[in-house]
């Protein structure tokens, strides 16, 4: 539950280094970006893909090897990502980083924008090993370029305690330092800050510390209410996670509603074979065994396998 929120999270800042840099632009590919980029914001990830494919070709015929070519790969690369899809999304990140490496140098911003979102795409695949290295030089070159308590940064930094907890029992006071300095310099109402405290009540829910989790998980979900749809992936995440939290309490129906309500919306908007809905219905499946509705559990279960059949 924990680490597909972060990596979700963490895809704003390869989707908002394109209105930064080109907010200007009223190019045939600029005006395609952001007709793209709105759709992802909508979590109309399909119609997204369809239209960063074709402002690829558009952003070729200033080069195979322009920024713009670079910026569309790492954004449909996000797409990618947010579907499912690891595979085509390592491919584009990489072939993102090729292109800035070459033009834009070692210390450009726009690198460490990639190189977080491929550390990212690494840590949601188990690969955290790989992921932290990453990691480490974005937030180098992001200091260099921003200073060392900008959001970016901060950002950053959030991802970095996060990856680290998973191994980490001492993470406790990463975690709420990022989440100290995140709110001085986020609006109270930013879905980065909604991470940040998702983060945090994740680590003391797998502590069995619930009673602090319980109104950190809230406080998200009122922060993600308030700047995203209710059936965007982000927000059925914190329900998820919020809903787990309470089958471990013991409070059967109220997860059992917050349950079905991440499900449905995952359903929605990820599809049927996405891993989100499989970790959805293997959750559902747990609470129901708790709840002592063998023949429910067992369905779920059975769905969970079959979404991850090709």
Same mark, same amino acid.
């Given at each position: 539950?924990?680490?597909?929120?972060?990596?979700? =999270?963490?895809?704003?800042?390869?989707? #908002?280094?394109?209105?930064?840099?080109?907010?200007?632009?009223?190019?045939?590919?600029?005006?395609?970006?952001?007709?793209?980029?709105?759709?992802?914001?909508?979590?109309?990830?399909?119609?997204?893909?369809?239209?960063?494919?074709?402002?690829?070709?558009?952003?070729?015929?200033?080069?195979?090897?322009?920024?713009? $070519?670079? *910026?569309?790969?790492?954004?449909?690369?996000?797409? /990618?990502?947010?579907?499912?899809? /690891?595979?085509?999304?390592?491919? !584009?990140?990489?072939?993102?980083?090729?292109?800035?490496?070459?033009?834009?140098?070692?210390?450009?911003? #726009? @690198?460490?924008?990639?190189?977080?979102?491929?550390?990212?795409?690494?840590? &949601?695949?188990?690969?955290? $090993?790989?992921?932290?290295?990453?990691?480490?030089?974005?937030?180098?070159?992001?200091?260099?370029?921003?200073?060392?308590?900008?959001?970016?940064?901060?950002?950053?930094?959030? %991802?970095?305690?996060?990856?680290?907890?998973?191994?980490?029992? #001492?993470?406790?006071?990463?975690?709420?330092?990022?989440?100290?300095?995140?709110?001085? $310099?986020?609006?109270?109402?930013?879905?980065?800050?909604?991470?940040? *405290?998702? %983060?945090?009540?994740?680590?003391?829910?797998?502590?069995?510390?619930?009673?602090?989790?319980?109104?950190?998980?809230?406080?998200?979900?009122?922060?993600?209410?308030?700047?995203? %749809?209710?059936?965007?992936?982000?927000?059925?995440?914190? @329900?998820? #996670?919020? +809903?787990?939290?309470?089958?471990?309490?013991?409070? !059967?129906?109220?997860?059992?509603? @917050? =349950?079905?309500?991440?499900?449905?919306?995952?359903?929605? *908007?990820? +599809?049927?074979?996405?891993?989100?809905?499989? &970790?959805?219905?293997?959750?559902?499946? @747990?609470?129901?065994?708790?709840?002592?509705?063998?023949?429910?559990?067992?369905?779920?279960?059975?769905?969970?396998?079959?979404?991850?059949?090709?």
């Amino acid at each position: 539950m924990f680490l597909k929120h972060i990596l979700r =999270l963490s895809l704003f800042m390869a989707m #908002n280094s394109f209105p930064i840099a080109f907010a200007a632009d009223d190019s045939p590919w600029a005006l395609q970006c952001k007709s793209a980029q709105a759709a992802f914001n909508q979590a109309n990830y399909a119609n997204a893909e369809k239209l960063y494919m074709g402002a690829i070709e558009l952003a070729k015929k200033f080069g195979e090897e322009d920024s713009r $070519v670079a *910026i569309t790969f790492g954004s449909l690369a996000g797409v /990618y990502q947010v579907q499912g899809k /690891y595979a085509k999304a390592e491919e !584009l990140y990489k072939k993102s980083i090729s292109i800035k490496e070459k033009i834009l140098g070692a210390n450009h911003p #726009n @690198l460490a924008v990639s190189y977080n979102n491929l550390a990212t795409l690494y840590n &949601q695949q188990g690969r955290t $090993v790989d992921a932290i290295p990453l990691l480490q030089k974005a937030i180098v070159i992001m200091e260099k370029n921003k200073g060392a308590n900008s959001p970016d940064v901060l950002m950053l930094k959030s %991802n970095l305690a996060q990856m680290r907890s998973e191994n980490q029992e #001492n993470a406790l006071p990463e975690l709420e330092k990022t989440l100290i300095e995140r709110e001085k $310099v986020l609006a109270p109402d930013s879905p980065e800050l909604a991470q940040s *405290i998702n %983060n945090l009540a994740e680590w003391y829910r797998t502590h069995n510390e619930f009673e602090k989790a319980e109104p950190l998980y809230k406080r998200s979900l009122a922060i993600l209410a308030k700047s995203l %749809n209710a059936d965007h992936p982000y927000t059925s995440t914190v @329900l998820n #996670n919020l +809903g787990v939290l309470y089958m471990a309490k013991g409070d !059967l129906k109220q997860a059992e509603s @917050l =349950l079905m309500q991440s499900l449905k919306s995952r359903e929605k *908007i990820l +599809g049927p074979k996405h891993p989100d809905v499989t &970790q959805s219905l293997q959750d559902c499946a @747990l609470l129901y065994h708790a709840m002592k509705k063998d023949d429910l559990a067992k369905e779920y279960e059975l769905r969970a396998k079959a979404t991850q059949n090709n």
